[in-house]
């Protein structure tokens, strides 16, 4: 069956009302968004859920049965609406149907200042997060861990390590600095960990991600390669044009820079240790008398390109997609969720269709690639600069 960006329009909003009853599916404070306020949940949730009195259980299981059932069977626009103002989503790799679920009473705990816990210490989610309604769908959430580090080298801004069930934070990144950085990422990370639970499709390391892309592999070793050759060309470069702007120093660092894993174009790492495009500009078109430079612009090019496969290869992965969702949907209202489903808005969303994602084309995650560790932490999310056109 092939579901396109015209999911999802209505017919039973009834277990969305049940929901809103409930304390589920409710809008956040747009301006004070909350921590973990939505989540895809699965079967094991909404059992929960329901064995703590929360919602009916029986009726949701039964919804998503069938919403599982006419993935298959119905066409997409009756799928739609059958089962799109229900707040069902579908995990079309995993083939698993989803409830979107909201609680926007989540929050930090009263008196927490992330930026004042120690590094590296170990925090259970419960000493972190007050998450009542999740805690409930999932009872042992209060053995996921959390941690910070401040790692200012480190172009991640935060992991889930399933195998040490913990969530990392690294609050020297520039992006943790935005108000809403900790919420986003928790978002995004808490989602891998219910993936983890229900069986849906999981995350993926985009360190393992690129490392199994040959061609950057290849491009990255020509580029290292060339680098450690050009200092004779970057002193004769810099003496030549020395009366445009450049010395030896800048120009030899600036070379060096080009081996930088950052997925930025040659261009655009030339002007970062130019001060400016112009100058970039200025050295790419002089370069191209000299093999050694010319030849490492081109390598660096390469491997960018290179990157930016990967990185589209691992946006593709849906237990990424979905995490994104979580991570973008938060603060919306019933009503916002129900006017652009989560279906529709994977295609939607700018970023995937840069990388050029659809309900039709999500992966499963290589089977050889665990997602983040201790030991390499901030493997999981890719840096914003990174994806392409951001």
Not at 3 to 31: C, K, M, Y
């Amino acid at each position: 069956m092939s579901i396109v960006g015209s999911l999802f329009r209505t017919v039973a909003p009834a277990l969305v009302d049940n929901l809103e009853a409930q304390g589920l599916f409710r809008s956040s404070n747009r301006i004070a968004p909350s921590l973990v306020p939505e989540m895809f949940i699965g079967r094991e949730g909404i059992t929960n859920l329901g064995e703590a009195g929360v919602m009916d259980a029986p009726a949701a299981l039964k919804t998503l049965e069938d919403a599982q059932r006419d993935w298959f069977k119905l066409p997409a626009d009756e799928w739609n609406e059958t089962y799109a103002r229900q707040g069902v989503a579908f995990d079309p790799v995993a083939n698993k149907p989803m409830l979107e679920i909201s609680d926007k009473n989540v929050s930090l705990q009263r008196g927490v200042d992330l930026n004042k816990i120690p590094e590296n210490e170990v925090l259970t989610f419960d000493e972190v997060f007050k998450a009542d309604t999740l805690k409930k769908a999932y009872p042992d959430i209060n053995e996921l861990t959390v941690s910070f580090i401040d790692d200012p080298a480190s172009s991640r801004l935060a992991a889930f390590a399933p195998e040490q069930n913990m969530i990392l934070f690294n609050r020297q990144h520039p992006d943790w600095k935005n108000s809403d950085a900790p919420v986003k990422t928790a978002l995004h990370e808490v989602q891998h960990y219910v993936q983890g639970k229900e069986l849906f499709t999981q995350g993926e390391s985009f360190a393992a991600t690129l490392n199994e892309n040959q061609l950057y592999k290849d491009s990255s070793q020509a580029l290292s390669q060339v680098i450690a050759q050009s200092v004779p060309e970057s002193l004769q470069f810099a003496k030549k044009y020395k009366g445009i702007g450049f010395d030896k120093d800048t120009v030899i660092d600036a070379v060096a820079g080009l081996a930088a894993k950052d997925g930025a174009s040659a261009r655009t790492s030339l002007a970062k240790a130019f001060g400016s495009r112009e100058m970039a500009d200025k050295f790419i078109a002089n370069a191209q008398q000299y093999p050694a430079l010319d030849a490492a612009i081109k390598a660096k090019n390469l491997t960018t390109q290179a990157y930016q496969q990967s990185v589209a290869d691992y946006m593709k992965v849906a237990g990424e997609v979905f995490a994104r969702q979580t991570e973008q949907r938060r603060g919306l209202s019933v009503a916002e969720r129900i006017q652009d489903p989560a279906m529709m808005a994977i295609e939607t969303d700018p970023q995937n269709r840069l990388a050029g994602i659809t309900i039709d084309n999500m992966t499963a995650p290589r089977a050889a690639a665990p997602q983040a560790s201790i030991g390499d932490p901030f493997q999981m999310q890719v840096p914003q600069s990174t994806i392409p056109g951001i």
